[in-house]
């Protein structure tokens, strides 16, 4: 589909920015990357032939009976066991750049744990043991998607609530913004805490808990625009024509109303991440195992002495947060109508 001439020109001006868009190019590769983590970074391998057949290991769960062992359990790749097994039927194995995931303790440390960076764990490992590399490409991807759909379900609540407030005015207005006020007022982080302490919670239940508070962002934004369109000239025509409220708001404001809410998204997504992240240095975000970039700051902050562990959790943070300010700057300036 075809942009119409206004977009084209926003696109051309965030194209120019380059800093937004050599960003935001970065930013799709390591997320697509991450997407694909269990083929980069995985304790089993990826390819297995065997007694001429092919197996999946990174797909498909096999037992050890499989490759002629004894026990119905699920195969372990890196015992001489099953390796002998395996070349005994002239078969090999293909392994991914990184052979551990983020569950994966080395056991063949030899110094005691968090190791430092090495030939095998190019980050180290942590105090468990785990290869921190692994953990931070699984941790990325948690993040930045945990990020996107908080982000997604708390513009859709925002805009909607905004929308409502400056379409209709008076006491859905005074109302709204009362609430809004008393909402906003609240402290948010001990709030998240509190109610993160009751139970253990899981990706979807933390992203419940966030929303309630994440919503208000877009609020004023939204309305502010939909109190300024409602008395423009064609929304009255539209009205004048017998056009109902919903079809109003969706077809003629809600469209101009987007333009400012687009160049936030970025800087809320950064704050999604920065809020995750804090829980899970507190020890109140995801479960205990998960792979986390918060957890990896808190390992740093507890194992002083093993300064890869901060280094790595600071640059994956910065980098990342980076990126997003970048890609919202550009988009800020595309979507600037003084420009």
């Known amino acids: 589909m075809a942009l119409s001439p206004l977009n084209q020109r926003r696109f051309a001006r965030f194209k120019a920015h380059k800093r937004g868009w050599w960003s935001l190019w970065l930013f799709l590769i390591l997320f697509v990357l991450s997407l694909g983590a269990e083929l980069i970074a995985n304790d089993k391998p990826l390819v297995v032939r065997y007694d001429g057949e092919w197996y999946f290991p990174v797909l498909k769960r096999y037992p050890e009976t499989t490759f002629g062992g004894e026990f119905p359990l699920q195969a372990n790749y890196k015992s001489p066991y099953i390796?002998?097994?395996?070349?005994?039927?002239?078969?090999?194995?293909?392994?991914?750049?990184?052979?551990?995931?983020?569950?994966?303790?080395?056991?063949?440390?030899?110094?005691?744990?968090?190791?430092?960076?090495?030939?095998?764990?190019?980050?180290?490992?942590?105090?468990?043991?785990?290869?921190?590399?692994?953990?931070?490409?699984y941790g990325f991807r948690v993040s930045v998607l945990f990020a996107l759909a908080l982000t997604l379900a708390s513009s859709l609540v925002g805009i909607l609530a905004g929308a409502l407030q400056g379409f209709y005015g008076g006491w859905v207005d005074i109302l709204g913004q009362r609430f809004l006020e008393v909402w906003s007022g609240l402290p948010t982080l001990f709030m998240l805490i509190i109610l993160a302490s009751f139970v253990q919670p899981s990706f979807w239940w933390l992203l419940g808990i966030m929303l309630l508070f994440s919503w208000t962002a877009l609020v004023d934004l939204v309305r502010v625009e939909f109190l300024r369109g409602r008395n423009l000239e064609y929304v009255r025509a539209a009205r004048a024509l017998g056009m109902g409220n919903g079809k109003i708001m969706l077809q003629h404001i809600l469209p101009n109303a987007m333009v400012s809410t687009m160049t936030f998204m970025p800087f809320i997504?950064?704050?999604?991440?920065?809020?995750?992240?804090?829980?899970?240095?507190?020890?109140?975000?995801?479960?205990?195992?998960?792979?986390?970039?918060?957890?990896?700051?808190?390992?740093?902050?507890?194992?002083?002495?093993?300064?890869?562990?901060?280094?790595?959790?600071?640059?994956?943070?910065?980098?990342?947060?980076?990126?997003?300010?970048?890609?919202?700057?550009?988009?800020?300036d595309a979507f600037d109508p003084r420009k």
């Open 269 to 332: 997504l950064c704050g999604a991440i920065g809020q995750l992240t804090a829980l899970d240095f507190l020890g109140f975000g995801l479960p205990a195992g998960s792979p986390s970039l918060g957890e990896l700051v808190a390992q740093g902050k507890e194992n002083r002495q093993a300064a890869w562990l901060g280094i790595s959790a600071f640059a994956s943070l910065g980098i990342l947060l980076s990126l997003l300010v970048f890609i919202g700057e550009a988009a800020r």
């Open 83 to 137: 390796q002998e097994l395996i070349a005994a039927k002239d078969g090999w194995m293909l392994w991914p750049i990184i052979p551990f995931d983020y569950t994966s303790i080395n056991y063949e440390l030899k110094v005691p744990a968090p190791s430092a960076p090495s030939a095998q764990n190019w980050l180290g490992t942590d105090d468990q043991g785990r290869d921190v590399l692994a953990r931070v490409i």
